[in-house]
């Protein structure tokens, strides 16, 4: 394997912040926004980004809470759950980020810009929290 291939990171927030810089890339090269109708036109790539942002959420969350997934595949309730029984105002940060990155952005693929942005400060919001408890 290549050296490029072989790059990790250790630091769970910078990767975390990188899941972001990459959903940006994705929908600032390939969403093609309309800037009369503030959206964007390709909804493939609305969806991968709150997908991407999803994902960036899950491995923050799973640093800062110790969240194991030696049990298996672990579904939002896990997460809210180890978020719930430490802090309340991150829950809601949770269930939002649930709500815009992983139904409205990731399935629905909803192409409203408004839409997409919300769920980059949610994501953005839930790295700056849980940075703090790292």
Request: net charge positive.
């Amino acid at each position: 394997m290549r050296d490029s291939m072989m790059i990790t990171t250790t630091n769970p927030v910078n990767e975390a912040r990188r899941y972001v810089q990459n959903a940006k890339d994705l929908l600032v090269n390939n969403g093609h926004l309309d800037y009369e109708t503030q959206s964007y036109g390709d909804r493939k790539y609305v969806r991968m980004a709150g997908n991407t942002l999803w994902n960036g959420v899950l491995l923050i969350l799973e640093a800062a809470f110790r969240i194991n997934k030696m049990k298996g595949r672990l579904n939002i309730d896990d997460y809210r759950m180890a978020v719930g029984q430490r802090d309340k105002k991150l829950l809601t940060l949770v269930n939002r980020g649930y709500d815009t990155l992983h139904l409205a952005m990731g399935y629905d693929g909803n192409m409203d810009k408004s839409v997409c942005d919300a769920g980059f400060r949610l994501a953005n919001e839930i790295i700056d929290h849980c940075s703090v408890m790292l």
